[in-house]
């Protein structure tokens, strides 16, 4: 049984930072391409950035380019979401999964983002 368990969400003001995790079990994590993906009130899910299995290539979304980074620890079946100069409209719940195609029976409670002054 596949569980991504997502954490390391909070409130926090503009121009702040935070660093997500998100636990893999249940997939051969260290062969799978991971990505990173937010939902927003009222909108539609949708990706933020992704890591190659072997973590040497990243590709971000234009909105999060510069700002966020994401990285992996296969050894940790890991995937994090560094996140600096947080904005208003980066609030969201953010999720893993794996990427370009998230699984769709994989997606787990996601964690939230709050990004207030």
């Known amino acids: 049984q596949v569980q991504l368990v997502e954490s390391g969400g909070g409130l926090v003001q503009p121009g702040g930072s935070l660093k997500l995790s998100c636990a893999a079990s249940?997939?051969?994590?260290?062969?799978?391409?991971m990505g990173w993906y937010r939902q927003s009130p009222g909108k539609q899910r949708e990706w933020v950035a992704r890591?190659?299995?072997?973590?040497?290539?990243?590709y971000y979304a234009d909105s999060v380019k510069g700002r966020f980074t994401i990285s992996r620890d296969n050894a940790k079946n890991t995937v994090y979401l560094q996140m600096n100069s947080l904005k208003p409209e980066d609030t969201a719940v953010y999720y893993c999964?794996?990427?370009?195609?998230?699984?769709?029976?994989?997606w787990g409670k996601g964690t939230l983002v709050t990004v207030t002054s």
């Open positions: 890591i190659t299995a072997g973590g040497v290539n990243t």
């Open positions: 999964n794996t990427a370009p195609f998230p699984g769709p029976n994989y």
């Open positions: 249940g997939i051969i994590f260290g062969s799978l391409t």
